[in-house]
């Protein structure tokens, strides 16, 4: 016979751990107060009427006696007509549980046994709960208004501004003939995925600006909401990625890179997505590796175990292909993530003791890691080019046949369509060469990496100024334009990040360092060459992830704040505990995050300004 403390009121007014019973009380009250709610169940003393339970049911969670069952390893009987008011249960007889034993490597680690010092523990789990289901429906609702208000408002006498003059009309061609063609140059000098999305908005919508811009906008929404994903899979926390999701939506270059039908914000949510696959791929490979160990399988290779079809993987190979199907930049996070996905798998073998992990790395998942984000890229790539080898007026189809191959070229003696693909890449090749600084190609509004960290250099997407308005003029200009509360903690929170992956050894910051160095680095390395804000764009969603997840261990930092306020259920449930200065100095944050949104979005939106009012916005000079 157990005597336990807590009574199990038929009223389901359940105390928590170490509290005095109180009465019971009615209608829906629990008489508590701010912070007290968060330690009672669910947030709240349990309420008669609770989630459709009837009276008699057993409470969601009744917490002491649960704990001892976890702690003494019997099976909890159900109530019945022995439990009185005071809530005596009778229980079998505990046994002794066995002592503990660890088992030589690799089947170590069984199930119920304590974890020795140094051993992987059990792999985390989040499961989605109605915080994670609000959060992201009202950060997607602040996306989609922020990206469509106004969208066809900015036009070029109604025609597309900007580099929308290129993508828009070759989008055009592709929903009307199925290619793209370019009859200035003759030469369309990126992919055709991107201009095939712009083509449905077309199709939908005709050949206007909404039709031009819709699918980016969406796609827009589609980064703000992958970027949310990847964090909560980083940090499993919903607050976390909320910050994320608001960083997201109020940043200027998301914003205007989803207002304007070019290439860049179908690359940026591609990227996004196969970054947030390949967290889930590693996470699902230390949770195979540590049930094989568990359960005693891990094999006596020294390899380690093989760890089966990796579909995560498999899906960041397909979201990879579909980036490099839209900018041959793409290309660059192929081979950065390609090279992290095989040097975790090298760690995690390692972590749980493989006694030659590099070689399993190599030997066990190289080559499928090859076939997953090489291979099969390559083949969503020339799939996105499908149209050009059903066309016989594509230009170069017929290069052989046509005379664009030197009959003396190795490409002569090639199919012809193989030639013309191959030429047509060779030239495309070329053009982007070509496009050097030192060689003459200049433009105002061009920029260079080192720039971009701090958003020094906009790009100007639409300027109508001498407008007469009032006294005065004014003017309307659309800038590709960073938030500062967000750009110009770029070095702070990166240099941040890899200090703790050194120094902690905190894993959840390496994918978003590892995509910041593959849209920065191999610009970087190419520093001659003509260069724009916007190839920057790639850049933003992993700069917010660092930012939540530092956001995430400040609000941890300092002690409660002692106004009543802070106590309230609202602020406490937002806050997941008392509120502390340091979740204080989040919030404050995320409030100067969108103070600068509303102050910039003039330049962000095209709206109707005097003069005056643009002047004090240019805080740099080179922002003019």
Same mark, same amino acid.
């Given at each position: 016979?157990?005597?336990?403390?807590?009574?199990?009121?038929?009223?389901?007014?359940?105390?928590?751990?170490?509290?005095?019973?109180?009465?019971?009380?009615?209608?829906?009250?629990?008489?508590?107060?701010?912070?007290?709610?968060?330690?009672?169940?669910?947030?709240?003393?349990?309420?008669?009427?609770?989630?459709?339970?009837?009276?008699?049911?057993?409470?969601?969670?009744?917490?002491?006696?649960?704990?001892?069952?976890?702690?003494?390893?019997?099976?909890?009987?159900?109530?019945?007509?022995?439990?009185?008011?005071?809530?005596?249960?009778?229980?079998?007889?505990?046994?002794?549980?066995?002592?503990? +034993? +660890?088992?030589?490597?690799?089947?170590?680690?069984?199930?119920?046994?304590?974890? @020795?010092?140094?051993?992987?523990?059990?792999?985390?789990?989040?499961?989605?709960?109605?915080?994670?289901?609000?959060?992201?429906?009202?950060?997607?609702?602040?996306?989609?208004?922020?990206?469509?208000?106004?969208?066809?408002?900015?036009?070029?006498?109604?025609?597309?501004?900007?580099?929308?003059?290129?993508?828009?009309?070759?989008?055009?061609?592709?929903?009307?003939?199925?290619?793209?063609?370019?009859?200035?140059?003759?030469?369309?000098?990126?992919?055709?995925?991107?201009?095939?999305?712009?083509?449905?908005?077309?199709?939908?919508?005709?050949?206007?600006?909404?039709? %031009?811009?819709?699918?980016?906008?969406?796609?827009?929404?589609?980064?703000?909401?992958?970027?949310?994903?990847?964090?909560?899979?980083?940090?499993?926390?919903?607050?976390? @990625?909320?910050?994320?999701?608001?960083?997201?939506?109020?940043?200027?270059?998301?914003?205007?890179?989803?207002?304007?039908?070019?290439? !860049?914000?179908?690359?940026?949510?591609?990227?996004?997505?196969?970054? %947030?696959?390949?967290?889930?791929?590693?996470?699902?490979?230390?949770?195979?590796?540590?049930?094989?160990?568990?359960?005693?399988?891990?094999?006596?290779?020294?390899?380690?175990?093989?760890?089966?079809?990796?579909?995560?993987?498999?899906?960041?190979?397909?979201?990879?292909?579909?980036?490099?199907?839209?900018?041959?930049?793409?290309?660059?996070?192929?081979?950065?993530?390609?090279?992290?996905?095989?040097?975790?798998?090298?760690?995690?073998?390692?972590?749980?003791?493989?006694?030659?992990?590099?070689?399993?790395?190599?030997?066990?998942?190289?080559?499928? $890691?090859?076939?997953?984000?090489?291979?099969?890229?390559?083949?969503?790539?020339?799939?996105? %080019?499908?149209?050009?080898?059903?066309?016989?007026?594509?230009?170069?189809?017929?290069?052989?046949?046509?005379?664009?191959?030197?009959?003396?070229?190795?490409? $002569?003696?090639?199919?012809? %369509?193989?030639?013309?693909?191959?030429?047509?890449?060779?030239?495309?090749?070329?053009?982007?060469?070509?496009?050097?600084?030192?060689?003459?190609? !200049?433009?105002?509004? !061009?920029?260079?990496?080192?720039?971009?960290?701090?958003?020094?250099?906009?790009?100007?997407?639409?300027?109508?100024?001498?407008?007469?308005?009032?006294?005065?003029?004014?003017?309307?200009?659309?800038?590709?334009?960073?938030?500062?509360?967000?750009?110009?903690?770029?070095?702070?929170?990166?240099?941040?990040?890899?200090?703790?992956?050194?120094?902690?050894?905190?894993?959840?910051?390496?994918?978003?360092?590892?995509?910041?160095?593959?849209?920065?680095?191999?610009?970087?390395?190419?520093? !001659?060459?003509?260069?724009?804000?916007?190839?920057?764009?790639?850049?933003?969603?992993? +700069?917010?992830?660092?930012?939540?997840?530092?956001?995430?261990?400040?609000?941890?930092?300092?002690?409660?704040?002692?106004?009543?306020?802070?106590?309230?259920? /609202?602020?406490?449930?937002?806050?997941?505990?008392?509120?502390?200065?340091?979740?204080?100095?989040?919030?404050?944050?995320?409030?100067?995050?969108?103070?600068?949104?509303?102050?910039?979005?003039?330049?962000?939106?095209?709206?109707?300004?005097?003069?005056?009012?643009?002047?004090?916005?240019?805080?740099? /000079?080179?922002?003019?």
């Amino acid at each position: 016979m157990v005597e336990v403390g807590d009574h199990l009121p038929r009223d389901r007014h359940a105390e928590r751990l170490g509290e005095r019973a109180g009465p019971a009380r009615v209608l829906r009250r629990d008489e508590r107060r701010g912070g007290e709610r968060l330690l009672e169940p669910r947030g709240g003393v349990q309420r008669v009427t609770q989630r459709r339970r009837r009276e008699h049911d057993a409470p969601l969670r009744e917490r002491r006696p649960v704990l001892l069952a976890h702690c003494h390893g019997f099976k909890l009987p159900t109530p019945g007509p022995a439990a009185g008011r005071q809530g005596r249960l009778d229980l079998p007889a505990v046994r002794p549980a066995a002592p503990a +034993t +660890t088992s030589p490597a690799p089947g170590r680690g069984t199930p119920g046994a304590p974890r @020795a010092a140094g051993e992987p523990p059990a792999p985390r789990r989040y499961r989605w709960g109605r915080a994670d289901t609000i959060s992201t429906v009202i950060v997607a609702l602040l996306a989609l208004v922020t990206r469509l208000v106004g969208l066809g408002r900015i036009t070029d006498h109604g025609t597309p501004v900007f580099d929308e003059k290129h993508y828009a009309p070759q989008a055009f061609d592709i929903a009307v003939g199925g290619i793209e063609t370019n009859p200035g140059f003759g030469l369309v000098v990126h992919p055709p995925l991107a201009k095939q999305l712009v083509a449905l908005g077309e199709e939908v919508f005709g050949y206007g600006p909404w039709g %031009w811009r819709i699918v980016m906008a969406l796609l827009g929404c589609g980064a703000v909401l992958a970027t949310m994903a990847l964090v909560r899979r980083l940090s499993f926390s919903w607050r976390a @990625a909320t910050v994320a999701g608001l960083l997201g939506v109020v940043d200027g270059v998301l914003l205007v890179g989803a207002r304007f039908g070019m290439l !860049d914000m179908a690359l940026v949510t591609f990227v996004v997505l196969a970054a %947030w696959a390949l967290v889930r791929d590693q996470q699902q490979v230390y949770a195979r590796l540590f049930a094989a160990r568990a359960a005693g399988t891990f094999g006596g290779s020294p390899l380690g175990p093989r760890l089966g079809f990796r579909w995560w993987r498999f899906a960041a190979g397909v979201f990879l292909g579909l980036a490099v199907s839209v900018k041959w930049s793409g290309l660059y996070y192929m081979a950065f993530f390609g090279l992290a996905t095989v040097a975790c798998d090298w760690w995690l073998r390692r972590r749980f003791a493989a006694r030659t992990p590099l070689v399993g790395a190599l030997g066990r998942d190289a080559f499928p $890691a090859f076939a997953s984000l090489v291979i099969l890229p390559a083949g969503l790539y020339l799939w996105s %080019w499908r149209s050009w080898f059903a066309s016989e007026t594509a230009h170069l189809r017929h290069a052989v046949t046509s005379g664009a191959v030197d009959q003396g070229s190795w490409l $002569a003696h090639l199919p012809d %369509w193989a030639a013309g693909f191959i030429r047509y890449h060779l030239d495309m090749l070329e053009f982007h060469g070509s496009l050097t600084t030192s060689g003459g190609h !200049d433009h105002p509004w !061009d920029s260079k990496p080192l720039s971009w960290l701090v958003a020094a250099r906009p790009v100007l997407y639409y300027s109508d100024t001498d407008i007469e308005c009032g006294a005065g003029t004014c003017r309307r200009m659309v800038y590709l334009f960073g938030t500062p509360a967000i750009w110009w903690l770029t070095v702070p929170v990166v240099g941040y990040a890899a200090w703790r992956l050194v120094t902690r050894r905190e894993l959840a910051v390496v994918w978003p360092l590892v995509a910041f160095a593959a849209g920065f680095i191999p610009w970087l390395i190419a520093y !001659d060459r003509q260069m724009y804000f916007f190839y920057a764009e790639p850049l933003v969603p992993f +700069t917010i992830a660092l930012l939540a997840l530092a956001c995430r261990r400040i609000a941890r930092l300092g002690p409660p704040v002692a106004a009543r306020w802070a106590a309230s259920w /609202p602020v406490a449930r937002l806050a997941g505990g008392p509120l502390t200065w340091g979740g204080l100095s989040v919030a404050a944050y995320l409030a100067l995050a969108v103070g600068m949104f509303i102050y910039f979005s003039p330049i962000l939106y095209g709206t109707l300004i005097p003069d005056w009012w643009f002047q004090s916005m240019m805080w740099l /000079p080179s922002w003019r």
